[in-house]
């Protein structure tokens, strides 16, 4: 009965429950009652559509903390991206996606807005601001150091990079792709389904999945008139 649990959290707010006690929410996965099953046709909506506001806001609060573990976290993911842009890898850009924790200051920044939580957006802006920048840094450092090392040469940044071409030269499509994939992260957020890894993984194998049928195309497209040349030539001869 999740479609009811803001009006039942405001009704106990309003008795002063939550400055004499104490507020807690669990997640009830089984119940076998006949007065919750009333309970539940009495409220209107749907329980996997409800938005229970205090639980959004309490989950993505404790994520725009600018801790070490953030800065850690998101400079990996930034390593890793770049290492698979170098390499023209997907797959690492799939694994930077789900090391990265900067959705949780995006969707904190967002619900910040929208509940007009002031010091939450203050708190995302912050961990954004810093996180980034220091994350950018490191990695320009550490691209560096490996081709001071000899890993990376002159060739590998200058190369064509077909598969992750998206990443680096977004176009129209990848702000559209970009747009429905945090889409589906508030829902994940909103309708307590934590599919948000799932959801990542999909997009990006779309994504690679169309990238990879347009270089097909665009090999194929080269090859055919050099196939008529030779039918045409091989004509000839005969």
């Keep these: 009965m999740r ?4 009006t039942v959290l405001d009704g106990l707010r309003a008795l002063g429950v939550d400055h004499t006690g104490a507020i ?15 309970a539940a046709r009495a409220v209107p909506g749907l329980g996997v559509d409800a938005v229970v506001w205090d639980e959004i806001e309490q989950r993505t609060g404790e994520e725009t903390t ?3 573990a953030y800065l850690i976290f998101l400079t990996v993911a930034m390593i ?3 290492i698979g842009v170098l390499l023209d890898q ?7 996606m789900v090391v990265g924790p900067e959705f949780g200051p995006l969707a904190a920044l967002c619900v910040g807005i929208v509940r007009r939580r002031l010091s939450m957006v203050a708190r995302s802006v912050l961990a954004l601001a ?3 920048p220091i994350a950018m840094l490191v990695t320009v450092f550490t691209t560096w150091a490996m081709t001071a090392m000899g890993l990376v040469s002159k060739e590998m940044l200058l190369a064509e990079r077909p598969l992750t071409g998206f990443i680096w030269r ?3 499509l990848s702000w559209i792709v970009a747009f429905l994939a945090g889409v589906a992260g508030m829902l994940a957020l909103t309708s307590a389904i934590q599919f948000l890894v799932n959801v990542a993984a999909l997009v990006t194998a779309g994504i690679v999945t169309l990238l990879i049928q347009r270089l097909m195309w665009r090999r194929g497209a080269r090859r055919t008139p050099t ?6 030539i091989a004509a000839a001869d005969q």
């Design 170 to 172: 977004p176009d129209a």
């Design 90 to 96: 997907p797959i690492l850009i799939v694994g930077a």
């Design 227 to 232: 196939e008529m040349v030779v039918k045409r």
């Design 66 to 68: 600018l801790s070490g």
């Design 24 to 38: 807690s929410m669990e997640t009830v996965e089984v119940t076998l009652s006949t007065a919750a099953e009333e």
């Design 130 to 132: 810093v996180g980034f």
């Design 80 to 82: 890793i991206a770049g």
């Design 3 to 6: 479609e009811g649990a803001s």
